[in-house]
T-cell receptor, first 116, second 115 residues
């Protein structure tokens, strides 16, 4: 069974600093997708960044980047120049590709607070 | 930018009552999903829906649950006889298709409270 583990329930970071959120996963699949979603206090989950497992290059999206270590099954999110608006719950998710259906398996989340 | 919408934002119901949660997916999306998040816990997959039928469902999605797309725009989740443990945030999501387009876009959720 696929599992996703986020070992940091809560983190805080000073505004303008850098923070890294960790995520590990377990799968026997060779091809899959990994995602980070942000859930602000307003509740709606927003895609932050995604990574295809067969791509060696780490995905980057403005201030957000990942460190994808396929052999170690690790997928951490780095937020540079943290802003107050980054305060949210962050979920790591694994997507399994099957013949006809796709679903996310989420981690338990990391609550990030950016401090002024 | 197109968004997934959900109504109502909050629903309070008595145990044993039926509830229908509504979702309007992004218009050109073909795949639809329901997830739930019990307070303080992780988001869990309930069901996926494509071409007017269920593609996959989790063990949570028992006979009390059903989904349908009654009119080509709405996508509904019905719980026939609610239980206390059905209290959760329910998220609808939709996606366009396969591959890189398979990112699922989530609605704001419906918070269901069963008393």
């Amino acid at each position: 069974a696929q599992t996703v583990t986020q070992s940091q329930p809560e983190m805080s970071v000073q505004e303008a600093e850098t923070v890294t959120l960790s995520c590990t996963y377990d799968t026997s699949e060779s091809n899959y997708y990994l995602f980070w979603y942000k859930q602000p206090p307003s509740r709606q989950m927003i895609l932050v960044i995604r990574q295809e497992a067969y791509k060696q290059q780490n995905a980057t999206e403005n201030r957000f980047s990942v460190n994808f270590q396929k052999a170690a099954k690790s997928f951490s999110l780095k937020i540079s120049d943290s802003q107050l608006g980054d305060t949210a719950m962050y979920f790591c998710a694994f997507m399994k590709l099957t013949s006809g259906t796709y679903k996310y398996i989420f981690g338990t989340g990391t609550r990030l607070k950016v401090l002024a | 930018e197109p968004e997934v919408t959900q109504t109502p934002s909050h629903q309070v119901t008595q145990m044993g009552q039926e509830v229908i949660l509504r979702c309007v997916p992004i218009s050109n999306h073909l795949y639809f999903y329901w997830y739930r998040q019990i307070l303080g816990q992780k988001v869990e997959f309930l069901v996926s829906f494509y071409n007017n039928e269920i593609s996959e469902k989790s063990e949570i999605f028992d006979d009390q649950f059903s989904v349908e797309r009654p009119d080509g725009s709405n996508f509904t989740l019905k719980i026939r006889s609610t239980k206390l443990e059905d209290s959760a945030m329910y998220f609808c999501a939709s996606s366009e298709g396969t591959g890189l387009k398979e990112t699922q876009y989530f609605g704001p959720g419906t918070r269901l409270l069963v008393l």
